[in-house]
């Protein structure tokens, strides 16, 4: 098989339709959020949308959350004078139904009993009344507040004609553990394939490996909704640039040598009827050396 | 600060990248502040087959491969407790006693072996026990009561101040075969737990005098809990 072949067949077996089960969970949980948000708040008009990969077109089963913006009107103060009011709020607000993980500008959602929801809240308020550009609040950094447009966001990746490119990196991402965050990773993909996004998907994979291990110090990412006042670089830092630069070397020699499937592995199939607790059963069986982890007292 | 394995022998570096391209694509080898850290995802494979997957990072020793890496899962998955066998600071994974460790992998502590023997073992626990399940071969308790069960299982014996008496006797070479059995059975060593004693001849005296130190330790501390408090 091709290299092409394989990653063309690896990034169809990642896809996430819109009939699967994980994608009804998603808007069975982002219902439930809409609803105890606009139950809090009557009289406020709110926008709810989807943010993130699902609405760029770039979600793979492997690795997807919901981010689920909520936007109040530029003169609403119900949920707060502020915006780090309207972040705490919302945080306490759904604080009385999950146990909510503060980020720098979501909030991450995860069940109470334990078990994460893949589901980031991110409160904001419109900057005026055309219902465009955002303020959101920020917990670290110089800035507390951060002017966006998840829109222009979304557009931008979703029409940048390298989508596929994205997804893969965003598996190659989480099979490397590479702890960079989807947007820089989506506007350095885009960036790498800026002056040339031609050739199947391995040419154009391969162009940005190969971008990303010699010239990472060179690629400048800036957020298309705020390119002179939306500081990106706390998400590339210069560990991560050698993080990034080095894997990609790793991950094109690893390619080179040995080909694409011992890069990514064998596709697996979708569902298995076989339950995974049973299959973990089966992995304990064939232990051969049994060892036994241990624990320091308190 | 003694010289890092991969300054005494650069070729040793070479050679580690080498065997992660070739059996573990997903991890990658990073040299930070002297010390060898590899991190990446880790695929829990049995039988050709993807079981499970876990981020870790991994900082070995500088003495690699004589000694037991340090290993950490970074994807949130394992709560760091005791109880999930966490040492809670640092956070990485009690994956055995040492001492046991050391006779189960005969002092091999590179990193394949590591990775493919108490690393996967225990990860392949942790997904069962997410599941609801048990430890698949039993674990340990916390600490020195721990060390007690495994030597329990090897001499047969769960008095801590013989196994303690014992163990710093081997340390100094003094276990002979026609002592009687730390076991308590009555019979000479020879004609009892013989083959567990020779089995721990082989472990570094250092590694056996570090265990022996602890259970001491222990037997001490338990000993001044226990005496009665003058009253002031």
């Known amino acids: ?298 | 600060m003694s010289v890092p394995w991969f300054e005494a022998d650069p070729d040793a570096f070479d050679e580690l990248e080498r065997v992660l391209r070739s059996s573990y694509p997903t991890q990658h080898a990073f040299i930070e502040d002297r010390v060898c850290i590899v991190r990446g995802s880790y695929p829990v494979m049995d039988a050709g087959t993807l079981v499970d997957r876990y981020d870790l990072e991994i900082a070995l020793p500088l003495d690699y491969p004589a000694s037991l890496p340090r290993v950490w899962e970074t994807g949130g998955r394992i709560p760091r407790e005791p109880d999930r066998h966490v040492f809670p600071q640092p956070g990485c994974l009690c994956l055995g006693v040492p001492l046991a460790l050391w006779m189960q992998l005969k002092g091999d502590f590179s990193l394949p072996t590591v990775l493919d023997i108490p690393v996967r073992n225990f990860l392949i626990g942790n997904s069962l026990v997410e599941r609801g399940e048990p430890w698949p071969h039993g674990d340990r308790s916390h600490g020195v009561d721990g060390m007690l069960e495994f030597y329990g299982d090897l001499l047969g014996t769960s008095d801590p101040m013989a196994i303690a008496k014992f163990l710093l006797a081997l340390v100094k070479e003094k276990v002979r075969g026609h002592w009687s059995c730390p076991c308590g059975s009555g019979k000479i060593i020879r004609n009892c737990h013989k083959e567990a004693v020779e089995a721990l001849r082989d472990v570094p005296r250092e590694v056996v005098a570090q265990t022996g130190c602890m259970i001491l330790d222990e037997i001490q501390r338990e000993a001044e809990l226990a005496r009665p408090r003058r009253s002031a």
């Open chain 1, 1 to 298: 098989m091709s290299g092409n072949k394989y990653l063309t067949d690896l990034l169809a077996s990642q896809k996430l339709d819109e009939r699967s089960s994980e994608w009804a969970e998603l808007d069975k949980e982002a219902a439930d959020i809409e609803r105890i948000i606009r139950k809090a708040y009557p009289n406020s008009r709110v926008m709810f949308t989807h943010g993130g990969s699902r609405a760029k077109g770039t979600i793979i089963r492997e690795d997807y959350d919901l981010d689920e913006v909520c936007y109040f009107e530029n003169e609403d103060t119900a949920p707060g004078q502020t915006l780090e009011e309207i972040y705490e709020n919302i945080a306490d607000l759904l604080a009385e139904h999950y146990k909510v993980r503060r980020k720098r500008s979501a909030l991450r959602l995860s069940k109470k009993e334990g078990g994460d929801l893949r589901v980031d809240v991110v409160p904001g308020r419109y900057v005026d009344a055309t219902g465009t550009d955002v303020f959101i609040h920020q917990n670290e950094g110089s800035n507390e507040r951060l002017k966006t447009n998840i829109e222009l966001h979304i557009g931008h990746v979703r029409d940048s004609g390298c989508t596929d490119v994205i997804m893969l990196a965003k598996l190659w991402r989480t099979r490397n553990a590479i702890p960079i965050k989807t947007f820089p990773l989506e506007l350095l993909v885009i960036e790498a394939l800026a002056e040339d996004n031609d050739g199947d998907l391995e040419d154009r994979w391969r162009r940005v490996l190969t971008t990303f291990a010699d010239d990472i110090d060179t690629l400048y990412v800036e957020d298309p909704a705020n390119r002179t006042g939306n500081d990106l670089s706390h998400a590339l830092t210069d560990r991560l640039r050698t993080q990034l630069s080095k894997v990609a070397q790793n991950t094109l020699d690893a390619a080179d040598e040995h080909g694409w499937e011992h890069v990514f592995g064998k596709i697996e199939a979708r569902d298995t009827a076989i339950p995974r607790v049973q299959i973990l059963r089966s992995a304990a069986a064939g232990i051969a050396v049994p060892t036994k982890p241990w624990g320091k007292k308190k």
